[in-house]
């Protein structure tokens, strides 16, 4: 038996794996940073190093450049590996996770309420995970009485997805 392969652009296909939505609800995406980024952080390990270069010599610019290339890279992982996850039983947005039985409405944002919701409308009560590069969030109401938070912003690439992921779990909801 010969089984089909679509063969077309593989970012498309990185895409999809990394941002899904399937019938069932089930929602994955990484934060990861943007290529700008990294471009930016090369140069400054680079201008780092020949600026210690310079006055110092070759050993004390390794040593510069070598210790901010791996500050850097700490970093940029670190804070690109944030990962937002519905699954069928919880919703995790970073280190947090919640019982989907606990999640109300899920409101998609963009533009300027997606930058309000992080900002002056944001109860400091909130759980918020915030990407400055993610351009959209999703706003989630909490319904467990135990839970301090009100509700839960979460930066996200594609808000729509992501709340329509919520919805088709959400017990909570008017």
Not at 26 to 42: G, K
Request: proline fraction near 6%.
């Amino acid at each position: 038996m010969r089984t089909s392969v679509t063969r077309g652009d593989p970012t498309d296909a990185f895409r999809r794996a990394a941002c899904q939505a399937g019938p069932v609800g089930v929602y994955r995406e990484r934060l990861t940073v943007p290529v700008s980024w990294w471009i930016v952080s090369a140069a400054a390990v680079i201008t780092l190093f020949v600026i210690t270069v310079v006055p110092a010599g070759l050993l004390a610019g390794a040593v510069v450049g070598g210790l901010s290339l791996v500050l850097l890279l700490v970093w940029l992982l670190r804070y690109g590996g944030a990962q937002v996850e519905v699954d069928a039983d919880r919703l995790r947005a970073g280190r947090a996770a919640i019982e989907l039985t606990h999640v109300g409405a899920a409101e998609p944002l963009t533009g300027d309420d997606a930058r309000n919701a992080f900002g002056r409308d944001c109860d400091p009560k909130a759980y918020l995970l915030l990407r400055s590069y993610a351009r959209g969030a999703v706003r989630v109401a909490i319904t467990d009485p135990r839970d301090p938070a009100p509700y839960w912003v979460i930066a996200t690439r594609h808000p729509d997805r992501l709340a329509a992921a919520l919805s088709g779990h959400s017990v909570g909801r008017s």
